[in-house]
């Protein structure tokens, strides 16, 4: 495969540390071998240096360091157990703008299943800045005021997961969009979700709405929603991940736990990473199947709902409420 020079005025990017790295690289090459003819760049975005191997480099994704983390400890960004570099995100439509006008920012532990990234990046975000998809526990629920909106008592708005985020990079920095999030924090407002909070809570008015199969989060209670929509990317946003032990137990794919476990022996067989075990499948008996069923045909309604609003996969919502 042959990959251009990195010219493009897109980008997909990770913002990792050293122990996200192998995860970021799983992800990253699923989406470069989708799409081998891609007008995209692949850029993995950290504080220091990373060591990224041959193999990905060969892909065309590249390392960029981002001088930036004695000024995201002035900030005082709450942390909690997440690492700093979560909030270089923030940053990303200012510091790479010059360079690409869209940035599509991809969490670490995102599996792209699609070669379809390059249309994505050319969706119609209308007055939106930022797009992205309603959090998980909005699906049932479209308004349900949750995470900071419920502490603080705002209703009426969608609240999108920053696991995967479309910025449109001159609206971003025509607006002050930074500044705004940066000033928000500052208000001492106690906040949960982290950088999630802070886009959220600042620009609630003017955040654009992307199809679902953008972030497809993992809920093992609905696990057959998921093998009936095919989604673009998935986003294995709970605490168990596939490639962890418990894996079986979240109703993952047994394959898709192997796939992470073939992919750290071939290139990171030296890291401290622990391997899914070959075990169970998503379904162990006839009453968890049934169980499993009843409880999908439950809530049809409200997957039809949430999906439905979407002409197709590649319209937006840039209304603030419905």
Same mark, same amino acid.
């Given at each position: 495969m ?5 010219t ?10 050293e122990n ?11 989406a470069?071998?989708?799409?081998p003819?891609?007008?995209f760049d692949i ?10 191997p ?6 065309g994704i590249?390392?960029e360091?981002i001088?930036l983390?004695?000024r995201?400890e002035?900030?005082?960004?709450p ?6 570099i979560?909030?270089l ?7 790479l703008?010059d ?10 532990d995102?599996y792209?299943?699609t070669?379809r990234?390059s ?13 992205g ?6 699906w ?5 005021p949750?995470h900071?909106?419920h ?11 920053s696991g995967v ?6 609206q971003y ?11 928000q924090?500052a208000t001492?407002m106690?906040?949960?979700?982290h ?7 600042a620009?609630?008015?003017?955040l654009a709405?992307?199809?679902p199969?953008w972030?497809w989060?993992w809920?093992?209670?609905f ?6 929509s095919h989604?673009?990317? #998935?986003?294995?946003?709970g605490?168990? @991940?596939?490639?962890q032990p418990?894996? /079986?137990? &979240?109703?993952y794919?047994r *394959?898709? !736990?192997?796939e992470?476990?073939?992919f750290?022996r ?5 890291r401290?990473h622990p391997?899914p ?12 199947a ?5 409880h999908? #045909?439950?809530?049809?309604g409200?997957y @039809? ?5 979407f /002409?197709s &996969?590649?319209?937006?919502l *840039?209304? !603030?409420?419905?």
């Amino acid at each position: 495969m042959t990959i251009p020079s990195p010219t493009y005025r897109k980008a997909l990017v990770y913002c990792v540390d050293e122990n996200l790295l192998p995860f970021a690289l799983f992800s990253a090459e699923q989406a470069a071998l989708g799409a081998p003819q891609r007008d995209f760049d692949i850029l993995i975005c950290s504080l220091t240096p990373l060591s990224i191997p041959a193999h990905f480099t060969a892909l065309g994704i590249r390392g960029e360091v981002i001088d930036l983390a004695a000024r995201l400890e002035r900030e005082s960004l709450p942390q909690n157990a997440l690492p700093l570099i979560c909030y270089l995100r923030l940053w990303l439509p200012e510091l790479l703008g010059d360079r690409y006008d869209r940035l599509l920012y991809l969490d670490a532990d995102t599996y792209p299943q699609t070669d379809r990234l390059s249309d994505l990046f050319a969706v119609d975000m209308g007055h939106g800045a930022i797009a992205g998809v309603r959090d998980v526990q909005q699906w049932r629920k479209l308004f349900l005021p949750i995470h900071d909106f419920h502490h603080h008592r705002i209703r009426g708005y969608k609240y999108l997961n920053s696991g995967v985020l479309l910025f449109d990079c001159p609206q971003y920095q025509s607006r002050d969009c930074l500044a705004r999030l940066l000033k928000q924090n500052a208000t001492g407002m106690k906040t949960t979700q982290h950088d999630q909070s802070l886009i959220n809570l600042a620009l609630k008015d003017e955040l654009a709405e992307l199809h679902p199969t953008w972030n497809w989060q993992w809920s093992r209670r609905f696990a057959l929603f998921t093998q009936m929509s095919h989604p673009r990317i #998935l986003h294995f946003c709970g605490p168990h @991940k596939p490639w962890q032990p418990s894996a /079986p137990n &979240e109703n993952y794919r047994r *394959d898709l !736990a192997l796939e992470y476990q073939r992919f750290f022996r071939a290139h990171f067989p030296d890291r401290d990473h622990p391997a899914p075990l070959p075990q169970g499948e998503y379904i162990r008996s006839p009453a968890q199947a049934r169980s499993l069923l009843f409880h999908h #045909l439950r809530h049809i309604g409200a997957y @039809k709902r949430l999906t439905e609003r979407f /002409p197709s &996969e590649f319209h937006v919502l *840039d209304k !603030a409420t419905e």
